[in-house]
């Protein structure tokens, strides 16, 4: 192409001119990437963008401010873009002349101008702006459309500075109390001061607790305050202080340096304090030891508009009912023996005095085991012998083992021994004792209910009865008799026998009668007795029989 332009515009100012337009084919194919490639993604795209101005506004006629707009980068084509004005603090035509149009960016360029025409004064208004926004670019995009315009005022002050105080009054009950804010200047001006003032509710309610305005007010030449008028509305509505907004705005003849107030119209109704209301139970569960119960509950709704500041728990046990104090909402009391079920109920307390009592609950504490089954005692040499069987329901802990208990009078009774298994041996302390004995399963929860039986423990048997004697062959000699008419409880298994040759003043053992005959020397006059023997021991000696020589 460069040999193209040469041969059609030869000469020195054709190659120059030759070489601008391959400066911006340079720069157009500089952004022909194959799509897809990381350069392509890399590649700029060009942005229109417009900067902002700052003019002094001048007293006379009019002042120029001028725009530049930017293309980030150049095309090969013109770019047209189109702009409008848009009004600010300051407007048209008293701070500037409308404008809108559009500018051309030549091809291969980057920068155009926009003029904007301002209006002169002597007026103190302080500084004052407006916009350029670029509205279209022929489809390039535009990633800064607004310029701002700032009018630095030239005109000297004597004053001119304007703020509103805030202000405050007690509602009253039903009347419709004044509330007045002053507006001042800082020193009086030779011509009138004007503003818009408007008022916006806030925690106040337009209508419910004020009157709401918007108004101009006028300072006049000379002058240096004025005060704005609002009326609040009275109730007798405990709702604490409440506030609303004055704002200024549009002001003319000076410069604002606090725009905005704050009218608070305060609570003259003294606070109606009552009692709380019954806080809520929540739970009543077993533990956190044995007969204890660990309650829950939450606190009043409405604390009556005054702190809570304790509770009181009432416990119905089935001895009667106790009351507790607490300061939190939670506390582990006391319902009496496992298995025990209280009835619970709370109220709150403020400086006003009590709630009414929440709705009850009950709450059962830890569980023993019920009582044993089946015990059933039999009397044993000296002891009786316990038996059982596990109960029907084990609690809310596994068994850990059972108390045993004994009394010989069936009133009196005292600790034996904890026993792993169902069965016990208890001692009584002689033959033919009578004993009482109580069991109880125990659990982590404690002791169940007593189980109780009695038996006799065995005694020795009463006497046997002699009944004959005859001599035998030689020395032996037959003896009868009958049994005793009492065992002692177990059975008899030996008898032994007894012999006096002087006629009762002393006594010689024969031995096993009931198996092994005793004998009588020839000649000799033998005088025997029984005695029955079981495992308590030997019974007392029969009655006497003698056999002759």
Known sequence: MLKEL???????????????????????????????????????????????VAVTE??????????TVTLSSPVLTDTIVEYVAVAGTATTPTDYLRRAGRVRIRAGRTLATIGARLVSDTAVEGDESFSIMLTAAGGVPIAHPTGTVTI????????????????????????????????????????????????????????????????????RAGRTSTVLTFKSLGDVVVEGSEQFTVVLSAVVGATTIDDTAAGTVLDDDPPLITAPTAPTLNSAAAGPANGMLAVLWSAPVFDGGSPVTGYELEITRPAGAVVGTYTSTGANVVC???????????????????????EPIDGTTWRAPSAVGGL????????????????????????????????????????????????STVSCG???????????????????PMSEASATTWGRPTAPTLISIRRAAGTSVGLGWTPPTDDGGTAVFDYTGERTIDGGLSWTPVGSVAFFPPTCPVGVSCGFRVSAVNVVGTSAA????????
């Open 6 to 52: 040469r041969s059609r515009v030869p000469g020195r100012s054709a190659v120059r001119r030759a070489t601008v337009w391959l400066g911006l084919l340079a720069v157009a194919t500089a952004t022909l990437i194959p799509i897809g490639s990381s350069q392509a993604n890399a590649a700029t795209v060009p942005e229109l963008g417009i900067g902002s």
């Open 152 to 219: 630095r005022d030239d005109d000297p002050m004597s004053g001119g500075r304007l703020a509103i105080g805030d202000a405050s009054v007690y509602e009253g009950d039903a009347s419709q109390i004044p509330l007045r804010f002053t507006v001042n200047l800082d020193a009086p001006l030779v011509n009138d001061v004007t503003a818009v003032y408007t008022s916006f509710g806030g925690t106040a309610a337009a209508g419910v607790d004020f009157l709401s305005r918007s108004r101009t007010l006028r300072i």
């Open 430 to 448: 002689g033959e033919r004792v009578t004993c009482w004995v109580r069991v109880r399963a125990r659990n982590a929860a404690g002791l169940g």
């Open 58 to 67: 001048g007293d006379v006629g009019f002042v120029p401010a001028r725009l």
């Open 376 to 423: 059933v005692l039999s009397g044993e040499n000296h002891s009786v012998r316990a038996v059982w069987s596990t109960p029907l329901d084990a609690g809310d802990f596994p068994i850990l083992d059972y108390r045993v208990e004994r009394s010989v009078d069936g009133t009196n009774f005292t600790f034996d021994e904890l026993a792993t298994f169902r069965t």
């Open 336 to 358: 009496g023996s496992p298995g025990v079920t209280c009835s619970l109920r709370v109220r709150a307390e403020n400086t006003v005095g009590f709630s009414e009592w929440s």
């Open 542 to 549: 029969s009655n006497v029989l003698t056999v002759g020589p």
